[in-house]
């Protein structure tokens, strides 16, 4: 079992990921990352991240890191589990420069759809800080929901009206600022 990751650790994995691939690319950070970088949890299980675009020598950079740093790294995104959200991309966050690399905090939006389709309590918790902190807005998670919803039909596993419910039933019940 690995060690937990805090910031040092998450800072320490980008300084060393940049400097070790053989090529450009770019980094999409998302779940406990994103929320450690922010600050509203201290330490994450795992690196989650998403390649785009995937630079030369990722994969024996990230062998080698997993052991040195004592780190657990994981190839996930939002749009692994539910449609992309249109304009991804340009709503991702920058984190900065490391090497040849640069990281971003994958969309935000996206990653608060996937947590609240997900349901576990940490993701809520997680999706709460979000809106409290003013990252995403609550009609503008609704209109990406719509925006996806007709696509949810390619992902088998998801009950679209549960999914739904689960959108709906999280922003009444989190008191508005």
Partial sequence: MRAHTDETRLNAFMTTLGRRVRGPGGIYLTGGATAVLYGWRTMTIDIDLKP???????????????DELDINVELASPDQFIPALPGWRERSLPIGRHGRLDFYHYDLYGQALAKLQRGHPRDLLDVRAMLERGLVRRDRLRELFGRIEADLIRYPALDPGHFRAAVEGFLRAVPQP
């Fill in 52 to 66: 785009d675009p995937e630079p030369a020598g990722l994969f024996e950079a990230l062998a080698g890191l997993k």
